[in-house]
Every structure is written in structure tokens, then in C-alpha cells.
């Protein structure tokens, strides 16, 4: 749904270009929020959610190269906003979908780069804060059991493409270029990006299940799904007249869900986790993106059918060494366009975690604050 230049009139691509750097300025405060708050189960922010946050925007990259089919001459892909949203935060989450943007419109000419806060507006913002809001609202109706965290996390994907095809249709309406019924435009829109979400929606609910599955306590929206057994023991036992622990599910106040008690398990290292992600996000973008659907996406079917592309305008980088996901000057298809990939896999790394390294510094060394002693900050093995 990566919207092109000249699909959206100069005043509405300044709007949304405002109302994406104003989301973005405030998902930098959210963040780094969101970043302490893992603290709250166990370790600190720095170590579990910011090194997987650069990893979550890498592999958002990757999958999106991926390409399925959904119908004849169709093709879909992920936008991600829900996967980073539940997997990292929501504010984390806009971060991580606007800096794949970012890399996408400057490296590999795909998307618009006055388009660009068309983009972030709808593919970051609107898919993170519908898939999210509706991924709480399922999590607190649904049995506290990690089987409805990837339930919610299929339902929300799922809404939260066509919603971003909503938000595209009214961006239309308002700042179309070319005349064409905006009915059609919303039935024709709508109607592909459902089949689409189901696709979106399969791939956030296997990822996050996989996540889930080894390590619940790096999903954000798993947080508070499970709580630490808090156990105290004595060599020579507990003196008289003292109380025993109490499950944190037995302190829960009256009419609180309590949450399910585990025993407390030592910190351990998210290395495993981030280099299996790593390993995923090369194997999509520099080997399984060479099978992917050739089709055009739907927005691109839409446009093509509806005559929406009759102002488009060339990229400005379109002469890029990296422009279509592919390396100039390398003949054979399946090593340019994979190269092309792992490139853009670590150039999405490497941006993202230059991001949520410095929101982690700040947080940890704010004006007037003193950065962490040593003891407390950690060790190359922990993150």
C-alpha cells in the first residue's frame, strides 16, 4: 500500500506530512516509555524491548518483501503496524513501521518521498493505533491465557488493513488527483485489503505465537498475562509466626483479573531470540523474496483498474543502485535481488537501533540525571 507521488495533491501530502511528524515526535516520548516499562516484569527496558525493537522494524522490512497472492492478478503484503505494536509498544511500534518507511522511499524507491507522511499516516499510525486499541479490548474480554494474546493478535491484523485502505479512501476524497467516483474507490480498496488482512493477520499471529512461545516476557502486549511466584526461603527455615509468600494472584484487588503465577525465573539473554529474528529477516529478504508474487499489490491493482495513477509521478531516486529491491548492475535476478535484501535488512537494523538506542540513553540519562551505575546496566550477555 505503498502510496507513490502524485496519487495525493500538495496540500493534503503537507497536512498529513505534519500530522506524521507530529505522531512520530510524540511516539519518541511513548517510546521511551515503553522501553522502561519492561522493567516492570523483571530486568530492565534497556535489555529486553530495545534491542528487539531495531530487530522488529528489520524483519517488518524483510516480510514485506514477501509478496502472496490473494486473487487473480493481486498480490498482497505486510504493513506490520500491529506485529510491532503488540510485539514492542505502539509508540515503539509507529517508530519501527516509519523508519521501513523511511528506508523503503530513499533506498529502494517504493513509496513516494513527498508521499512519505501519506505513508507514515496510514501504514504506521492508523494500522498501529486501530490494531492495537483492538488488541486491548480483545486481551481484556478473552481468558488470561497466551493462546488469546495470539488470537487478539490475528483479530486486530486482520482489521487493521482494511482500516489503513479507509484511511487511503479518505485521504483520496480529500486530495485526489484524479476524478474518479470515490465509491469505487472505497468498494474497490476495502474490498482487496480484507483478503490482504488475512494474510496480515496469519503471519502477526505465527510470529507472535513464536515469540510467545520461548519468550513471553519480550511480547509488550503480553505483559502482565503471567506474574513471578515470589518465593522466601531460609537455611534454617522460616522463623515462627512469620507468613509464607503469597501468589501475586492472591493480592489481586477485588474484581481485577489476577494474573497467572509462575515461578521467578532469572534474567536470561534475548541474544538466542534476536539472532533467530536476524536469521528469519535474511532468509525472507535475500532468499524466499525471490519466489515472491509479481502481481501488484492492491493499491496498485486499484489504482491501475480505477485510473487513480493518472497523475503519478516518477520516483525521485528511481535511478537508485538499490531502486525495486534490486542491485544495479548484477544480471542474475536471485542474487541482485537478494543481495538487495540483506542490504536493506541491515540498513533498517542499523537505523532502527540507532533510534531506540538513543530513546534508551535518554531515558537512562535524562537532563539533570546521572546514567545508570555500572552494577545496574547490562552486561554484553544480557542484551
Known sequence: MHVPDGFI??????????????????S???????????????????????????????????????????AAGTSGHLLGGALAAILVG???????VSVVLLMQGVLFADGGLTALGVNITDMAIVTTVVAYALFRGLV???????????????????????????????????GGTADVPIGKVFTAMVGVHVLIGIGEAAITALTVGAVIAVRPDLVYGARGLTAPLELRTSP????????????????????????????????????????????????????????????PD???KVAHDQGIDAKAKGHATKDSPLADYSVKDITDPRLAGGLAGIIGVGATLAAGTGVFLVLRRRRSAGPGEAAAPAAERPTPEQV
Open 90 to 96: 505502539p509508540y515503539t511500534g509507529v517508530l519501527c
Open 236 to 295: 534454617l527455615g522460616a522463623p515462627a509466626g512469620e507468613p509464607a509468600a503469597v501468589p501475586a494472584a492472591a493480592t489481586a484487588s477485588a474484581g481485577e483479573p489476577a494474573a497467572v503465577p509462575t515461578a521467578a525465573a532469572p534474567r536470561r539473554s534475548v541474544r538466542r531470540v534476536w539472532l533467530a529474528g536476524l536469521a528469519a529477516a535474511v532468509v525472507c529478504a535475500g532468499g524466499l523474496s525471490y519466489y515472491a508474487s509479481t502481481s
Open 298 to 300: 492492491g493499491l496498485e
Open 9 to 26: 495533491n500538495a496540500p493534503v501530502s503537507v497536512a498529513t506530512g505534519a500530522v506524521a511528524a507530529a505522531a512520530v515526535a510524540v
Open 28 to 70: 519518541l516520548r511513548g517510546a521511551r516509555r515503553e522501553l522502561a516499562g519492561a522493567a516492570q516484569g523483571g530486568g530492565t527496558g534497556a535489555e529486553r524491548t530495545a534491542p528487539l525493537a531495531g530487530l522488529v522494524a528489520a524483519f517488518i522490512f524483510a516480510v514485506q518483501m514477501l509478496n502472496f497472492p490473494v
Open 140 to 174: 481484556k474480554v478473552l481468558p488470561r491465557r497466551r493462546r488469546s494474546i495470539t488470537v487478539a493478535s490475528f483479530v486486530a491484523a486482520l482489521v487493521s488493513v482494511p482500516a489503513a485502505a479507509v484511511a487511503f479512501t479518505a485521504l483520496y476524497a480529500l
